[in-house]
């Protein structure tokens, strides 16, 4: 690791956020399981979404109806992860991003945010032609699986960061 990255992690480490989480009692354990609870509300909504993109339950509920209700608890999910995953980071960031799985979460995370933004900018505009269609287009089939995929490597590089 290079020597000005570690030494803003260690800066980060040395934190009051860093401080608090270490050494408050149960602090850490806390928002292991908030970020677990992040982890279901962003990914459970996510899939089904994804797999309503590829064609499952399209006679029960339009895409358009399955955005509006589930897209908006799976961005919750993404926001409670993001902060719950930064304050975990700040207290042990300098051994967390020595891990072999960090470069792997980071980059997956990375990916599957892009694939959000491509959806949303460049798939889900025009939706109006594909709501109800029998089949939805290649690329929202393409979006689901990319976001399945990554979200699932997302899991699993999480898991792996305290055993790599
Ligand atoms: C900015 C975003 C994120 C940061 C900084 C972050 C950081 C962390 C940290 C520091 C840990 C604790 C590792 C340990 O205790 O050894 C962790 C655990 C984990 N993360 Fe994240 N995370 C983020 C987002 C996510 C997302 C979006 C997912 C899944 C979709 C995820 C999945 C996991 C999993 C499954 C664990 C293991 C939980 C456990 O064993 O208790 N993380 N994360």
Redesign the pocket.
């Known amino acids: 690791m290079p020597e000005w990255l570690e030494q803003i992690l260690r800066e980060l480490q040395g934190s009051p956020l860093g401080d608090a989480v270490r050494t408050t009692p149960f602090m850490y354990a806390t928002l292991?399981s908030l970020?677990?609870l992040g982890?279901a509300l962003?990914?459970g909504p996510a899939f089904a979404f994804d797999l309503r993109l590829l064609g499952v339950g399209r006679r029960l509920v339009p895409v358009t109806k399955a955005a509006r209700y589930l897209l908006p608890v799976s961005h919750l999910g993404?926001a409670i992860?993001?902060l719950t995953?930064?304050s975990?980071?700040s207290a042990q960031a300098v051994g967390?991003a020595g891990s072999g799985a960090a470069p792997w979460?980071l980059g997956l995370?990375l990916v599957a945010g892009l694939n959000v933004l491509i959806f949303h900018r460049g798939v889900y505009p025009r939706v109006d032609e594909w709501a109800e269609a029998a089949r939805t287009p290649i690329p929202a089939r393409v979006s689901a699986v990319v976001s399945m995929t990554t979200?699932t490597g997302?899991?699993f590089a999480?898991?792996f960061?305290?055993y790599v």
Do not use: S
Request: proline share 0%; aromatic share 8%; no cysteine.
């Open positions: 292991e970020h677990i982890i962003l990914v993404l992860t993001v995953g930064i975990l980071f967390v979460k995370l979200w997302v899991i999480g898991r960061l305290a």
